[in-house]
């Protein structure tokens, strides 16, 4: 019970995984928090942050404000003067198959102290990520360069990423099964009921190596889930 205790974001989510988290969120909150499909150049890393946002459009050519400042630009103006430890979440703007960035573009997350980076959209260059000591979850990897397609449109706003809403602000918390986005003002409540849903498993794993076939059967014992 420290972790919960403790007032380290990072240690409330400590030793839980995404899936615990979504039962979480269902049972607190009820809109979609859960964001699947998701893939890392590093699978085995996890991503823990509060977010900053860019939200992506369709590329036009007469925006001339959003495509003076480039992704640069709009990276700054989100990550504000304390990036360290946030999570950049980039929206897709309707294009889920078109890379949001690569290895050049993201170093800057290494540069800045970043945890990492989430988008619906895919990232080039995995290698090269991989080889920085942020996290990135995304679509997908890509090899042709996205800015002909979507640009970035505005910084810290909220956006859609995989059908749910991001705020800036909101907890992301990403692993090999997905991300889940958990609002800042109940992740201490978010966490300590993942880990009583972790206490339940536990007990019905118990009960299940226990159980009688022949009466689970018959129905007179009854499973201990649905």
């Known amino acids: 019970m420290a972790a919960e205790q403790n007032s380290d974001p990072r240690a409330l989510v400590e030793g839980l995984a ?7 969120m269902g049972r607190l909150h009820e809109h979609r928090a859960h964001i699947l499909s998701l893939v ?18 369709p590329y036009r050519s007469d925006f001339t404000e959003t ?10 103006r989100a990550v504000g003067d304390a990036p360290r430890d946030k999570v950049l979440v980039l929206s897709s703007g309707g294009y889920p198959d078109v890379s949001h960035g690569g290895g050049t573009k ?24 991989a080889s920085y000591d942020f996290t990135a979850w995304c679509a997908g990897e890509a090899t042709h360069w996205g800015g002909d397609t979507v640009t970035p449109s505005a ?5 859609e990423v995989g059908g749910v809403c991001v705020t800036p602000g909101d907890y992301i918390y990403a692993d090999s099964s997905g991300a889940v986005v958990i609002p800042a003002g109940s992740l201490r409540e978010v966490a300590a009921e993942a880990r009583r849903i972790d206490a339940d498993d536990r007990a019905s794993l118990t009960a299940i190596r226990s159980e009688d076939p022949g009466r689970m059967r018959g129905g007179d014992q009854r499973s201990t889930e649905r």
């Open 18 to 24: 995404c899936a615990s988290l979504v039962d979480a």
């Open 40 to 57: 890392s150049p590093t699978p085995g890393r996890s991503l823990f942050g509060p977010a900053v946002t860019i939200a992506y459009l």
């Open 155 to 159: 910084a810290n706003v909220p956006v």
């Open 67 to 76: 495509n003076g400042l480039g992704f640069g630009g709009w990276f700054y």
């Open 106 to 129: 993201l170093s800057r997350l290494r540069d800045h102290g970043l945890a990492g980076v989430l988008t619906d959209s895919r990232l080039r260059d995995f290698g090269e990520l």
